[in-house]
Nanobody, 118 residues
Framework: QVQLVESGGGLVQAGGSLRLSCAASGRTFNTYTMGWFRQAPGKERVFVAAITWVGSTDYADSVKGRFTISRDNAKNTLYLEMNSLKPEDSAAYYC????????????WGQGTQVTVSS
């Protein structure tokens, strides 16, 4: 079992930056693929970025070049550095963990709100 707690959300002006963090419990964090997802009001939750246990990354086209996902396995923490933020980036952001061999994410945080004003 893994518990995930996001932090770092807030209100920022367009063009600004935020860094989200996701603190994970459990001794096997460093074996999981970790991801960030977001959900805007009235819309489905969508993929933002992911990072494997060896550090390979993947991004949604909408955030490539602006967002950077990283992890610190020693601290059991996942990060999402968000730059050049746009109003359309406003959403609740969730971190998630996927166990080795699994196709779906097993564990989810409670989310942190990001609001980008124009």
């Amino acid at each position: 079992q893994v518990q995930l707690v996001e932090s770092g959300g807030g209100l920022v002006q367009a063009g600004g930056s935020l860094r989200l963090s996701c603190a994970a419990s459990g001794r096997t964090f460093n074996t999981y693929t970790m991801g960030w997802f977001r959900q805007a009001p009235g819309k489905e939750r969508v993929f933002v970025a992911a990072i494997t246990w060896v550090g390979s990354t993947d991004y949604a086209d909408s955030v490539k070049g602006r967002f950077t996902i990283s992890r610190d396995n020693a601290k059991n923490t996942l990060y999402l550095e968000m730059n050049s933020l746009k109003p359309e980036d406003s959403a609740a952001y969730y971190c998630a963990a996927r166990r080795p061999g699994k196709r779906e994410y097993d564990f989810w945080g409670q989310g942190t709100q990001v609001t980008v004003s124009s």
